[in-house]
């Protein structure tokens, strides 16, 4: 049969062609095998290729490589070529021997003269052992992986699946990307394999998968949960069996709910991977705070506080899985907000609330994301409130603060121009001003200007600093990288100044 195979290069193709045919002139037999011809089932385009050769030597097969194609050995201990020019991996099919733990405790021995069956046992899943021969158009199946992708079955090909711990998440990201349901043999096996110290970034390179490729990420962690790999994450764990009202939250407990929640996201992921890996996390974690709170009152399951509970368990859970940490304190402020769209908008909060919102996630437009998935996971309660999310985003965007922090009007350098020494009093200033710029006070050039002479120099000092406009403030000049960050780090530092008696008592050590 024939494939259409899908790279984002056409020359990816044309290359991989190539090398078949040089290695059928040199003796050999060459596959496209793994994930670019289950891709091609599924008529679905392949980032990477892996080539499987048969009948040549090790040495035999790097001359010829070599000689053709720049290539990188960066993986030749392990019987693979990798091209430099194309996403093309080239292997010798080879055996392996179990000698440590984790993903990397093998003995690996290449064996050009392995059968096609025997290659493929030594693979993760049957759908990825199937192989395709591009100058015969075959396709060879020896352990009948298309049969189990038509059916929608992940299964194992074998007991060597126990040697890597690592496919036990493979399984799970598999599972959400291509809607796959695992085999009770391959549950058992996964539940008969532990961690076995897995560096954290192959953990979270797994996770990122099923983040970013999957479908449905609710059937990945359910293969977690059925074959007890939750409990190598802990804080995921406290969520199976936490009740939930059930008018509220009709689909179930709360790790039923974070699944369908996942899902609700990936329909609508926006292909950044950084945007979508926040978010994701953020829709992973945003209840993880439910078992510390949840409690059973007057006949009904309530969480209260949950929001603020499920900061540290978010960022242990994170950064067990690898997450960069700058990504972890930007998730960590959507999980304590979570449901402030929802309050906001029965509040019918203005404009204040808005921008002081902002202040504390950061991303709105994020939060809103996360709000939406929260609001589309309830089953038969989905999507009921999404229209409040839209109106907070649209509030945000008036307001210039969908993507960021308000920006400070008033910063250390207009102080500076204004005759003011710069010192520790400067923290107070900039706090009142900000506190007024949250509060609609400050608006503007003009406003700024207003506030900062009368109700923070007062009008003696104003006028024994007078000078000529030039150095009057200009809040419409750009401020270098250092001033942002100083004036918003020093605004945040304090949220809950108040503005008025800030001003009053600045101005009167101006006075002295």
Known sequence: MALEFRPADPRTLEIGLDLCRAVREAGGRAHFVGGCVRDALLDRPSADYDIE?????????????????????????????????????????????KRGLGHRGFEVHSDPHLSVHGAGLRRDFTCNAIAYDPLEQRLIDPLDGKSDLERGILRATSERFLDDPLRVLRGAQLSARFELEADQETLDLCSRVGLEGLPSERIGGEWEKLFLLGRRPSVGLSLLQRCGWLQYFPELEALDGCPQDPEWHPEGDVLVHTGLVLDAFAEERVGDREEDLVVGAACLCHDLGKPRTTVHERGRWRSPGHEQAGVEPTRSLLRRLGFPERWVESVVPLVAHHLKPFQLYDARAGDSAIRRLARRVGRIDRLVRLARADARGRGPRSGERTAECDWLLERARALEVEAGRPRPLIMGRHLVARGLEPGPHFREILDGCYEKQLDGVIVDRESAERYLDEQVLGPERALRLARPAAAGLSVETPATAEEEETADGSHTSNGRSNGDEIATRVRDQALE
């Open 53 to 97: 050769v048969f009948g040549l030597e090790p040495r035999a097969l790097s001359s010829l490589i070599a000689g053709r194609w720049r290539v990188d050995l960066v993986g030749e201990a392990f019987g693979v070529i990798k091209l430099r020019d194309a996403p093309i991996d080239v292997a010798l099919p080879r055996r392996e021997s």
